[in-house]
């Protein structure tokens, strides 16, 4: 049996498989190029969007309807009358939204104003290993500063999503500046993120964001499934029939907006970072999981592995 005919075997199961790769005398490479794409059909066939693991998503599953469990059996009133909301809707059936801005959210923008220009941009604060990107993470201590911008409705749209509370496990404020030399690498290149599907990103435009200033790309979570039906595994290695949906311009969505905008998204929708093209665009990101608390949580980690694992979650210090 030729190699065409055995690689065109596997590929009927896994999807396409270089037939080069069974000339090589390195079998590991197909070995591994077989595990992933098993893992990931497996992944697909159980509705999970991520490539994160089987046994983070599982995990992330349960602790998920354990928190909902938990507050319908307290009876927490505030779950109750959360079923329906159009935000929350359209973050269903979209992956994300945009809501206009607030009075509400600009007042807090603006406390932050002073804070935000003469501490949090200044660059001895910056974590960030990029020179064209800077991020400060909010400590303990300064949460309560944020507590403004989650207002009623914020909450209403979060709880409605999770039908159960939440938790702010992350919260930075990010300041990208123009610059000629962005690499084809990490955030800027189109991408899901490997987190667990709880896992939410609400975004606050500080300043105004649109094409030229540093507007997200993104598309819906119609077409991101179609792109994880078909193959899609690495940002850096992307089939044709996956790149023809990523670079149609009439399927990608910019999340443009005035200062005080509210983008929430979900980070398994195929998405990408872009450097504003003038001046410079700052944005306070809030990621947030589901929680069985009944008081709003901060868990500040500006790192990986506290969501490594929902137990992290659940018995890490809160604020």
């Known amino acids: ?11 009927r199961f896994l999807g396409p498989v270089n037939p080069k790769h069974l000339n090589s005398q390195d079998s590991s490479q197909l070995f591994y190029t077989l595990v992933e794409k098993t893992k990931f059909k497996i992944t697909f066939i159980l509705g999970f969007r991520n490539l994160g693991g089987l046994k983070k998503n599982i995990s992330y599953y349960l602790y998920h ?43 807090a923008l603006d406390l932050l104003n002073g804070k935000i220009s003469t501490e949090m941009c200044a660059p001895s604060n910056n974590t ?13 201590e300064e949460f309560d500063t944020l507590r403004a911008l989650i207002t009623d409705e914020i909450t209403e749209i979060v709880r409605s999503i999770y039908q159960c509370n939440f938790l702010v496990h992350n919260a930075y404020l990010e300041r990208q500046f123009t610059t000629k030399d962005i690499p084809k690498r990490s955030s800027w290149l189109w991408h899901f993120d490997d987190i667990a599907d709880c896992q939410i990103k609400i ?35 992307i089939s044709n ?6 670079t149609d311009e009439n399927k990608i969505y910019y999340a443009e907006g005035e200062r005080g905008t509210v983008f929430m998204f979900d980070p398994k929708v195929m998405h990408k970072s872009v450097n ?44």
């Open 203 to 237: 975004f606050y435009f500080v300043t105004d964001v649109d094409k030229d200033r540093g507007a997200t790309r993104l598309h819906n979570l119609d077409n991101s499934k179609e792109m994880m039906k078909l193959g899609f595994l690495d940002r850096y290695k």
């Open 65 to 107: 309807k354990f928190c909902i469990f938990i507050c319908k059996r307290r009876g927490d009133s505030r779950i109750n009358y959360v079923s329906k909301n159009k935000y929350a809707d359209a973050f269903k059936l979209n992956g994300f939204f945009l809501k206009n801005p607030t009075p509400n959210v600009i007042d």
């Open 128 to 140: 960030s290993s990029f020179k064209f990107v800077y991020n400060y993470y909010f400590k303990n």
């Open 1 to 11: 049996m030729s190699n065409n005919i055995i690689s065109r075997l596997i590929g």
């Open 276 to 319: 504003p093209e003038r001046s410079y665009r700052d944005i306070i990101v809030l990621e947030v999981f589901p929680s069985p608390y009944e008081e709003l949580k901060y868990l500040p980690d500006n790192n990986v592995d506290t969501w490594k694992s929902p137990l992290n979650l659940l018995f890490s210090k809160h604020q």
């Open 241 to 246: 029939n996956v790149e023809s949906i990523l």
